[in-house]
C-alpha cells in the first residue's frame, strides 16, 4: 500500500537540541507505522545555540530531510557588535543589567521583526517548495511554530498550491508571554495578531498542544478546526538511562530553561526555612538546575548562606542524559508562570516526569491543565507561590520518603500520553482531513 506523504516544515530539527525540537521529532519517527511518510523541510545551518546529537537516533536512515538555506539578522548582529559564540535563547533579556546594544537589539527583534528573525526564510522557502509538492504529491504540509514565521511559509503554499495544510501551534503566538517580555506592543502587536488571524482563516486544520492555546486561538477566529494533541512521553528515552546507584543527597532537580517569568521566589525561602528548621536536611540537600538560567536566580542563589554550597549549575545537558539525573532526582520542578492567569503551556517535561514516576513539585496556577494531569494521574498538584507551608510541607514529606529509601511514586492512566499514542491520534485527523 502506497503511503500518504506529509512534508514537515519546523525551523528546529536535529543537531538542533532543546525543548522546540521533540514534538515533531517525535511524530516524524512514529507516523510511518500509520501510514504515512514523513518529509522534513529544514535550514541548512540555523542560527540556534543548542546542539543535541544524542538526538539523532530517533532519526530514521530512510528518513528524507531537506536542507535549505537560511539568511538570519543574527549573523549581522555579531558582525557589527562583535560577538563571536552563537546567541542563547532569551539570554539578552534575562540580564539584570542590560548595556544599550542589548536594548536595542531587543527592540529591533520586538518591533522590526515580526513575527521573527526568520521570516527572511518564508519567500524563497515558498518559491522552492511550491514546485516541489506538486512534483512529490505531498498529501499534507505541516508547519510547526514557534518560529511562528513557518506559518506564513504555509499560507504562501496554501496559496499556490492545491494541497492541505496544518498549523501547529506549540506555544501561543500573540498571546504568547514571551512578547510581553520583549515589550511587544501597539503596531507591532496589531501586526502579530494580524498574521495570526490570517493562518488561523487559512489553514485547513490547527493543531495545538494545550487546551488553553486551543481557547486562545478560537477567540481569533471561531471558525478554526482545532484540534489538541499534547506532547508526551517515549518510552525509548528512558530504556537507555543509568543511574550510578552512587546518589547519596536529596536532589531537587529542574532542567531546562529557567527565566525570570517563572522564578520560584518562595521555592528558595523554603528550601532555606527547612535548612534552618530540619536536622540534616542542609547536609542532605542538593539543589541542580541546568540550562539556561535567568542571572537574577542565579545571583539569589549564590548569595544565600544557605543555599550556595548546596546549588549546582549545569549547562545544556543533552535529552539522552536528562534521563539520567532525572533518574536519580528526589523532587522534580516543573515551574509555571505566575503571572498567567490563563496558563495556556504544559511544559513538555511534564509529560517526561510522568514517565520517571517521581515526585513533581509544580508552582504556578491550580486552574490549569498542569493541575488537571497532574491529579488526573495521581502524579501531584499544582502549588501557587502563596501557598509556602504546603510546599514545605511537599519537601519534608518526600524528604522523609528518601530518608526511608522510597523516591518513586505511583501513577495511573499516564499511557495516553505516549508518544506513539499521541501519533496514532495525529494520524487520524490527518487521514480525515484528505478524506
Request: charged residues 30%; contains cysteine; aromatic residues 10%.
Amino acid at each position: 500500500m502506497t503511503r500518504k506523504k506529509i512534508l514537515v516544515v519546523t525551523y528546529y530539527w536535529p543537531p538542533s537540541g532543546g525543548g522546540g525540537v521533540q514534538r515533531w521529532l517525535k511524530f516524524v519517527k512514529y507516523l510511518p507505522q500509520f501510514g504515512w511518510e514523513p518529509i522534513v523541510f529544514t535550514p541548512e545551518s540555523p542560527e540556534f545555540d543548542l546542539k543535541d546529537d544524542s538526538l539523532d537516533k530517533d532519526i530514521s536512515p530512510d528518513l528524507e530531510v531537506l536542507k535549505f538555506p537560511i539568511w538570519e539578522p543574527f549573523g549581522l548582529y555579531k558582525k557589527l557588535f562583535k560577538k563571536k559564540e552563537k546567541l542563547k535563547q532569551g539570554i539578552v533579556i534575562e540580564k539584570a543589567k542590560m548595556s544599550l546594544v542589548d536594548k536595542l537589539s531587543v527592540w529591533i527583534r520586538a518591533n522590526l521583526f515580526i513575527p521573527d528573525p526568520r521570516r527572511f526564510w518564508v519567500k524563497p522557502s515558498v518559491k522552492f517548495l511550491s514546485s516541489y509538492i506538486e512534483e512529490q504529491n505531498i498529501d499534507v504540509v505541516v508547519t510547526t511554530g514557534p518560529p511562528h514565521s513557518m506559518h506564513l511559509i504555509g499560507l504562501g503554499l496554501k496559496n499556490k498550491c492545491k494541497v492541505k495544510w496544518v498549523a501547529d501551534f506549540r506555544d501561543p503566538w500573540s498571546d504568547w508571554d514571551l512578547l510581553d517580555k520583549l515589550g511587544v506592543k501597539g503596531i507591532a502587536r496589531r501586526m502579530h495578531q494580524k498574521l495570526e488571524r490570517k493562518v488561523l482563516a487559512n489553514a485547513d486544520h490547527v493543531l495545538t498542544a494545550s487546551q488553553g492555546i486551543k481557547k486562545s486561538l478560537l477567540e481569533k477566529n471561531s471558525k478554526s478546526t482545532i484540534s489538541v494533541i499534547t506532547n508526551g512521553f517515549d518510552p525509548d528515552d528512558y530504556v537507555s538511562a543509568t543511574s550510578d546507584n552512587t546518589q547519596t543527597k536529596f536532589r531537587i532537580t529542574h532542567l531546562g530553561l529557567l527565566n525570570e517569568l517563572r522564578n520560584p521566589a518562595v521555592l528558595w525561602d523554603c528550601l532555606e526555612e527547612l535548612c534552618v528548621e530540619i536536622p540534616h536536611f542542609q547536609d542532605d540537600l542538593e539543589l541542580l538546575l541546568a540550562g539556561m538560567v535567568s542571572e537574577s536566580i542565579l545571583v539569589r542563589l549564590q548569595s544565600s548562606a544557605v543555599l550556595s554550597a548546596r546549588f549546582t549549575h549545569l549547562d545544556y545537558i543533552s535529552h539522552r542524559e536528562v534521563f539520567n539525573y532525572y533518574r536519580d532526582s528526589n523532587i522534580l520542578l516543573l515551574l509555571l508562570n505566575p503571572k498567567d492567569e490563563e496558563q495556556l503551556i504544559i511544559p513538555g517535561k511534564l509529560f517526561e516526569y510522568l514517565l520517571i514516576k517521581k515526585p513533581i513539585l509544580a508552582i504556578g496556577k491550580k486552574k490549569s491543565e498542569v493541575n488537571d494531569i497532574l491529579q488526573s494521574t495521581e502524579a501531584g498538584e499544582v502549588f501557587e507561590m502563596e501557598e509556602r507551608q504546603q510546599i514545605k510541607g511537599m519537601i519534608f514529606e518526600n524528604y522523609t520518603r528518601f530518608q526511608s529509601g522510597i523516591s518513586e511514586v505511583k501513577t495511573k492512566q499516564t499511557d495516553q500520553f505516549s508518544r506513539k499514542h499521541l501519533t496514532n491520534q495525529l494520524s487520524e485527523k490527518l487521514n480525515e482531513l484528505i478524506g
